[in-house]
């Protein structure tokens, strides 16, 4: 199955225990939408998430797509985005003080040990400040292109896959364990993922 089947099976999978939610995805992007966004960052969009935005440019509203996390749209990945930069920029002056030295890396030296990161790109938000994104700046044990969690409590930051499709899937084995869907909705999916993918 490639990225585009993994995706629509997710999506569908997502509509069957939502029925409600089955008009809440955008519209494809449009080659402006990446433009616009590649001239407001100075980055390319990533390469992984770029065939899924060509389905659906994000949410509208209804229950978060990612287990109660929104997909973000590229205008709120845009958004989001200009936050964390200023707050890196905040870290290069000064102004942030020891904000990435309580911060760690699973697997080490995978993910760089920082607060926030430019090249960090979130298509997803817990409405709390936190995020689930691509990692396009990692570390020496790191992959161009790896998902990781980052945000205002995610100190603790792991390699939850080493590529896009390898997250879909793991959201795929997530509605074929029984209930295990409803438990990630009705508790905290990143502590989840830190649990799962972290140091045991």
Known sequence: ?????????????HNKTHPVDAAQL?????????????NQTNLD??????????????????T?????????????IVRQWQSWNDTYQEELDGTLENMSESCTSFPPQAIKIAYSNPKWIPFSYDYS?????????????GKVGQV?????DEEDKVVIAENF???L??????YATENLYEKLENSDYMNYLRKQFGEK
């Open 45 to 62: 969009f990533p390469s992984s998430l770029k065939p899924i935005y060509e389905v659906n440019n994000g949410q509208k509203d209804g």
């Open 1 to 13: 199955m490639n990225s585009i089947d993994m995706w629509n099976s997710f999506v569908e999978s």
């Open 165 to 167: 499709e390898d997250y």
């Open 148 to 152: 990781i969690n980052f945000g205002t």
């Open 64 to 76: 978060g797509l990612f287990f109660g996390l929104e997909f973000l749209s590229i205008n709120e």
């Open 169 to 174: 899937q793991q959201c795929l084995a997530v």
């Open 26 to 38: 955008n519209a494809p992007a449009t080659q402006s939408d990446f433009v616009a966004f590649k």
């Open 129 to 141: 400040g936190n995020h689930i994104g691509i990692d396009l700046d990692p570390d020496v044990a």
